[in-house]
C-alpha cells in the first residue's frame, strides 16, 4: 500500500510564504488524486487542497483560495502556500486516492496512505 510522508514544515511570520512536499515513501504517486489536508489544535482535520491523477484538475478549500497552490510532478506533490495568516497553522498531511472524483470534495473518509504530517506555524 502507498505511504506517503511530508516535509517542508516550519515557522513563518504573517504574510510569508512555505512549500510542502508530498512523496512516497513506498510505493508510486502514478494514477493517484493526491490531497492535502490540515489539522490544527482541537479542531477536525480538512481538506485544504487536492490534484487529480495526471495533474489536469485541482481543487481548493475557500479559506486558501487564490493563496494555496496544488502541483505535481512524477515523483512530488508540492503545496504552495503565500500570504500564510496565524490561522493556517496546523499540521499538514496528505494521502490519496486512487479515483480522481473525490476531489470534488477532499474528503478525509476517501483519502488514505496518511503520512506523519509536517507541523506549520505561522506566528510572529
Known amino acids: 500500500q502507498l505511504q506517503l510522508v511530508e516535509s517542508g514544515g516550519g515557522l513563518v511570520q504573517p504574510g510569508g510564504s512555505l512549500r510542502l512536499s508530498c512523496a512516497a515513501s513506498?510505493?508510486?504517486?502514478?494514477?493517484?488524486?493526491i490531497a492535502w489536508f490540515r489539522q490544527a489544535p482541537g479542531k477536525e482535520r480538512e481538506g485544504v487542497a487536492c490534484?487529480?491523477?495526471?495533474?489536469?484538475s485541482t481543487n481548493y478549500a475557500d479559506s486558501v483560495k487564490g493563496r494555496f497552490t496544488i502541483s505535481r510532478d512524477k515523483s512530488t506533490v508540492s503545496l504552495q502556500m503565500n500570504s500564510l495568516k496565524p490561522e493556517d497553522t496546523a499540521v499538514y498531511y496528505c494521502?490519496?486516492?486512487?479515483?480522481?472524483?473525490?476531489?470534488?470534495?477532499?474528503?478525509?473518509?476517501?483519502?488514505?496512505?496518511w503520512g506523519q504530517g509536517t507541523r506549520v506555524t505561522v506566528s510572529s
Open positions: 494521502a490519496s486516492s486512487l479515483t480522481d472524483y473525490v476531489c470534488g470534495h477532499i474528503l478525509r473518509q476517501d483519502f488514505h496512505g
Open positions: 513506498a510505493g508510486t504517486l502514478d494514477y493517484r488524486a
Open positions: 490534484i487529480s491523477s495526471r495533474g489536469t
